[in-house]
């Protein structure tokens, strides 16, 4: 299986900061590589695919960027909305598998 | 606006086979892939599997021998069995749809919490 490492596992910022999640694959996985939102109690939501395509009502303030292994998620100017937890997730072989999840908190 | 919506029963004892089934509305049912993921209470998540057309189904494969998909168009319902559950197995199920091979999760059903207890 591929596995996906996400770092940091927990960060804390501020409205307005810039982050940046990093996600790494153990193996080149090409451009099939999505990040996800998810809040507590509810379903994940897609933000970004094919590395950086920006999913359908997504803000501009979230982007994607890499190649191969190693993947980023910046969130430009934190919202308020933004506290949450973020999955990578890879589509290129089977099982498809997810990083462990970084959750955004207030700092 | 496609949706999904989960059901089937909330607590399921050990030994038995979880049986879930997610009903899809708002566009067709065909020329998708119908996935299940699970995420145990405080973890991360897990993909179980996908059925597409009726003829191509993915497994996990640390899940294949107690998995089964199917898929009935006509209903635009598609279905996890699950059996042989233990605690370990004790999860919040969501049913998704991936746009196409390898891509992403586009839309996901709100999820449904399986205990497994006796």
């Known amino acids: 299986d591929i596995q996906m490492t996400q770092s940091p596992s927990s960060v804390s910022a501020s409205v307005g900061d810039r982050v940046t999640i990093t996600c790494r694959a153990s193996q080149g996985i090409s451009s099939w590589l999505a990040w996800y939102q998810q809040k507590p ?12 395509s920006l999913h359908s009502g997504v803000p501009s303030r979230f982007s994607g ?27 290129a072989s089977f099982p498809y598998t997810f990083g462990q999840g970084t959750k955004l908190e207030i700092k | 606006q496609v949706q999904l919506q989960e059901s089937g029963p ?9 049986s879930l089934t ?20 405080g973890k991360g998540l897990e993909w179980i599997g996908y059925i597409y057309n009726s003829g191509i189904i993915k497994y996990n494969p640390s899940l294949k021998s107690r998995v089964t998909l199917s898929l009935d168009t006509s209903r635009r319902q ?41």
Not at chain 1, 41 to 52: F, N, Q, R, W
Request: charge should be negative.
């Open chain 1, 41 to 52: 109690g509810k379903a994940p939501k897609l933000l970004i695919y094919a590395v950086s």
């Open chain 1, 65 to 91: 960027s890499g190649s191969g292994t190693d993947f980023t998620l910046t969130i430009s100017s934190l919202q308020p909305e933004d506290f949450a937890t973020y999955y990578c997730q890879q589509g």
């Open chain 2, 10 to 18: 909330g607590l399921v004892k050990p030994s038995e086979t979880l």
């Open chain 2, 22 to 41: 997610c009903t899809v509305s708002g566009d067709s049912i065909n020329g998708y892939y119908w996935t299940w993921i699970r995420q145990p209470p």
């Open chain 2, 78 to 118: 598609f279905s996890l069995n699950l059996s042989s559950v233990t605690a370990a197995d004790t999860a919040v199920y969501y049913c998704a749809r991936e746009k196409g091979r390898g891509d992403s999760l586009d839309y996901w059903g709100q999820g449904t919490l399986v205990t497994v207890s006796s």
